[in-house]
């Protein structure tokens, strides 16, 4: 089970944010992040949070937190919007908290050579985000809104709400079992995500077993009356059986055509190598500072 609190105080609304989540203090002393059943994305973005969000946890990726909100809109009477009003008003009962990260930034995808990474993200770390987006059909990780943050030196997995399209229409969710994604523009795209590792070590470990575990967290009545099922236990299963399924068939829809990291080392040396040769004779014996220094410049040899 999730974590069940009690909304005490609703602090501001993140409008940065397409669905507007809200800041949130509950009675377990803690602040999180709330996305709303009430919001116009609706209660299967929540539940794509909790079964994308819990999966990737379970395959070693870093995602805050995640608990079930009690929200009473009393809480938040004084939020002065009136169309943010509106989403609390229909948000009564239980919501998604997700652990707000203090001092956490929105990833950039700024590249070595552009600025430098804002973080380390090695090849394999990659390859797993990239893996895990492609098996849920996420294409909402992109360079432009990456839905990763980095906390701590790390990077953080949020807002998985837009995985599990198939979803949205049961009826044609058979027919996209092995569908490809285009990911080509993956916020780690440039990261050189070495996506066929990440398909050897976690497509073993996505077994029925683990969905059920994970599809049991969604709370029974964002699942009920879904069109097309009889029960809520027989949705659970159609999450289950589809995703295991997909990930035994990962050989059809692992996203390819990323640059390699050999090739990614390969053009930031020649980058860095054209750099040099375009500059001024009396700088081309001071290391190129554009990318990552590779040791620091001898400046007494400028001093007379
Ligand atoms: N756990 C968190 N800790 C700190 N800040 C967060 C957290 N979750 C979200 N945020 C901030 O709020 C912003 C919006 O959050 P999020 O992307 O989850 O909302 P959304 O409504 O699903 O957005 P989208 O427009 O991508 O659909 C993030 O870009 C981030 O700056
Ligand atoms: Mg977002």
Same mark, same amino acid.
Request: without cysteine; proline residues 7%; glycine residues 8%.
């Given at each position: 089970?999730?974590?069940?609190? &009690?909304?005490?105080?609703?602090?501001?609304?993140?409008?940065? *944010?397409?669905?507007?989540? %809200?800041?949130?203090?509950?009675?377990?002393? *803690? +602040?999180?992040?709330?996305?709303?059943?009430?919001? #116009?994305?609706?209660?299967?973005?929540?539940?794509?949070?909790?079964?994308? %969000?819990?999966? #990737?946890?379970?395959? *070693?990726?870093?995602?805050?937190?995640?608990?079930?909100?009690?929200?009473? /809109?009393?809480?938040?009477?004084?939020?002065?919007?009136?169309?943010?009003?509106?989403?609390?008003?229909?948000?009564?009962?239980?919501?998604?908290?997700?652990?707000?990260?203090?001092?956490?930034?929105? @990833?950039?995808? &700024?590249t070595p050579g552009n600025g430098g990474p804002?973080?380390?993200?090695?090849?394999?770390?990659?390859?797993?985000?990239? $893996?895990?987006?492609?098996? +849920?059909?996420?294409?909402?990780?992109?360079?432009?809104?990456?839905?990763?943050?980095?906390?701590?030196?790390?990077?953080?997995?949020?807002?998985?709400?837009?995985?599990?399209?198939?979803?949205?229409?049961?009826?044609?969710?058979?027919?996209?079992?092995?569908?490809?994604?285009?990911?080509?523009?993956?916020?780690?795209?440039? @990261?050189?995500?070495?996506?066929?590792?990440?398909?050897?070590?976690?497509?073993?470990?996505? +077994?029925?077993?683990?969905?059920?575990?994970?599809?049991?967290?969604?709370? !029974? !009545?964002?699942?009920?009356?879904? /069109?097309?099922?009889?029960?809520?236990?027989?949705?659970?299963?159609?999450?289950?059986?589809?995703?295991?399924?997909?990930?035994?068939?990962?050989?059809? $829809?692992? /996203?390819?055509? @990323?640059?390699?990291?050999?090739?990614?080392?390969? +053009?930031?040396?020649?980058?860095?190598?054209?750099?040099?040769?375009?500059?001024?004779?009396?700088?081309?014996?001071?290391?190129?500072?554009?990318?990552?220094?590779?040791?620091?410049?001898?400046?007494?040899?400028?001093?007379?």
């Amino acid at each position: 089970m999730l974590t069940e609190v &009690t909304a005490l105080r609703y602090l501001n609304p993140l409008r940065a *944010g397409g669905s507007v989540p %809200g800041i949130v203090e509950t009675d377990d002393l *803690g +602040t999180y992040v709330v996305k709303f059943t009430g919001a #116009a994305q609706g209660r299967k973005a929540l539940i794509a949070e909790v079964i994308v %969000g819990e999966l #990737a946890r379970r395959l *070693g990726l870093r995602v805050p937190e995640l608990v079930l909100v009690d929200f009473d /809109p009393a809480v938040a009477a004084e939020e002065p919007d009136p169309e943010i009003q509106d989403i609390l008003r229909a948000s009564s009962g239980r919501n998604l908290g997700m652990d707000y990260l203090p001092g956490a930034r929105d @990833f950039k995808a &700024t590249t070595p050579g552009n600025g430098g990474p804002m973080v380390d993200v090695d090849p394999a770390e990659a390859g797993r985000v990239v $893996w895990l987006d492609a098996l +849920t059909g996420n294409v909402d990780r992109s360079v432009h809104n990456p839905n990763l943050m980095v906390w701590h030196g790390r990077l953080w997995l949020i807002d998985n709400g837009a995985g599990l399209i198939f979803h949205h229409r049961w009826s044609g969710a058979h027919a996209s079992l092995l569908k490809r994604y285009d990911l080509s523009n993956h916020a780690l795209a440039a @990261f050189g995500p070495d996506v066929p590792a990440a398909d050897a070590r976690l497509a073993p470990l996505v +077994t029925e077993d683990l969905l059920r575990e994970v599809v049991a967290l969604v709370p !029974e !009545e964002w699942l009920a009356e879904e /069109p097309g099922f009889s029960s809520v236990d027989e949705v659970r299963a159609a999450y289950v059986h589809h995703l295991a399924a997909r990930a035994r068939g990962s050989a059809a $829809w692992l /996203p390819d055509g @990323f640059a390699t990291p050999e090739q990614l080392r390969r +053009t930031e040396a020649e980058r860095a190598a054209a750099r040099q040769a375009g500059r001024p004779a009396w700088l081309q014996h001071v290391p190129d500072l554009h990318g990552k220094p590779t040791a620091a410049p001898d400046w007494s040899r400028h001093i007379d």
